[in-house]
């Protein structure tokens, strides 16, 4: 019904009435990504972010450490910084994009599908970060009602296109 496509234009600036990227910082994670050229590394994707460009370099590598990407060239499980994005699973790929929104630091975060691809610590793991963040509004997408009924304080119902909001997790939101 068009959620995708809502957020998109959320991120891009292009909702009416909604304030501008200047006033508002707003970081899209897709469920998968887009649009690159997926030949370069990750390292080099996140640096090529415009949104992580003053960002310093030991700050990305450390990010990205703590999401699971080595600082080693060679793995033999998981994932490099060296790596390129086309060797990347697509849970990898999501832990990408989710590493280069934290680094963002958002007003407000757009995910997408943020559980597709992840398994279950991960999953644990979006779960925990999303319920620390304190000064970040949230808005996601997903079919995941476990996560859902976990992360969300609100409930935006998108139905003919108009939005009404409940208050209360997935759950509560069925209830009423």
């Not at 995708?4 to 897709?30: C, H, K, W």
């Not at 999401?67 to 697509?90: R, Y």
């Not at 929104?101 to 610590?121: F, Q």
Request: aromatic letters at 6%; proline letters at 2%; one cysteine or more.
């Amino acid at each position: 019904c068009g959620k995708s496509t809502l957020m998109r234009s959320i991120a891009n600036g292009q909702l009416e009435g909604f304030p501008s990227p200047d006033e508002l910082r707003t970081v899209y994670v897709e469920h998968d990504i887009q649009g690159v050229d997926t030949e370069i590394s990750v390292l080099q994707f996140v640096f090529q972010d415009s949104k992580c460009k003053n960002i310093p370099e030991n700050e990305i590598i450390d990010v990205l450490e703590s999401v699971g990407f080595s600082k080693d060239i060679e793995v033999s499980k998981g994932a490099s910084q060296h790596m390129k994005i086309t060797s990347l699973s697509g849970g990898w790929k999501m832990k990408l994009a989710l590493a280069r929104a934290m680094l963002a630091k958002a007003d407000i975060l757009l995910l997408d599908e943020p559980t597709n691809h992840l398994d279950v610590n991960n999953v644990e793991w979006v779960k925990n970060y999303l319920n620390s963040l304190d000064n970040v509004t949230s808005i996601l997408v997903s079919h995941d009602s476990t996560f859902m009924d976990n992360v969300c304080t609100h409930i935006i119902h998108f139905e003919n296109k108009k939005l009404k909001t409940y208050i209360g997790n997935l759950n509560e939101f069925v209830k009423k």
